[in-house]
């Protein structure tokens, strides 16, 4: 419906007239700017409540699901007909626009796509919470992707949650609202009642939801999940070029719940040969700058970590090496095909090529090892919520650790 706001309410009537089954209106001017526009805004709402047709907006850019070729929607993200084709089993709702296209096109851009998407704007009727709980029960979606302001129904948040558990599906969260200067935008914004965040966040921990704090580690959690890859534990084996940056990825580990044990004397025997005399073969596994005259040191190290019984997920963290991506990326490519372990990469700086070739293979890469472990984590505590027993992830490995 691209009519102007105050013509929105007439041409609803008629449609509902005429047995229309959903509308989804994209004009704004209602609640979000003031009194006069939150009048008109409950009369949709009234609206749909006497009659069958369910509303999407008003205040929206609309949805789309990409096998049915339907595309309701007027965001310029979508002018590319060449990049708009990708697709993965993803399912997109955003109460922002922006936010969701934002997101889409950047999820293009790591060589994933959106099945479904669609932006909720004011919801006057049809809700993000409510679109996530019927996805959970779509069979081609099988990683749920949420952006709310408001919760306008707990309980649809909690259904939507427990069903996405119950098929195994990760339903990441992204929420605005966390302080009182962030509510009072979000009010300017979709005039939603924000509410409160804590209240949010135990509600979807309860269910198994994941919820992050921004769009970056929302993007990263999408590309973690894609493989349907799932952790035994939480015990990570850094395997690294880069004594300092292994360091670093160690300490976000921890930070996000993970373990870093290190490697027994039995356990490093195997990879001994492997390391330089001036690495390290305790975890983080430090390969050092060698790997730029010798790569395929990789290659050992990767199969035998990719079978270690002490491991429960891996990062692997390289950086520049344009003139080794070759066969450093076979390397990673064939420790990835031998194991079903979660594995992430991160590969900082260079000329990109090697991370477009490993997304190109399906493995999750990363630019910086950080971003690369705290996706794994996601991982982890999805995984770890599904087993029976183990209760909400409270950043434990488990009952082997």
Known sequence: MVVPAAQVLTVLRECADTGVGAAVVFASGFAETGPVGAALQREIAELSTQTPMRIVGPNCLGTFASPDRVFATFSSAFDDADTAVVDSPIALVSQSGAVGTFTYSTLLGLGAGVRYFANTGNEADVHACELLAALAETPDAEILLGYVEGVKDPAALAEGARRARRHDKPLVLLKAGRTEAGRRAVSYHTAADAGSYEAFGDLAAEHGAVVVDGIEPWLDAAPAFLPGRRAGGSRLTIVTQSGGAGALATDAAIAAGLAVPEWSAGRQA????????????????????????????????????????????????????????GPMTEAIKAAYGATRKPLSVAWTGGNGVARRRLRAAGIPVYSDPGRAVRALARVVGHSVFQRPGWGSWGGWGGPDD
């Open 270 to 325: 195997g990879i001994a040969d492997a390391v330089p005399s001036f690495g390290s073969a305790r975890n983080p596994i430090d390969l050092t700058g060698s790997l730029l005259t010798d790569p395929d040191l990789l290659a050992g190290v990767l199969q035998r970590v990719a079978s270690d019984e002490g491991t429960d997920v891996i990062t692997v963290v390289l950086g520049n090496s344009d003139g080794s991506a």
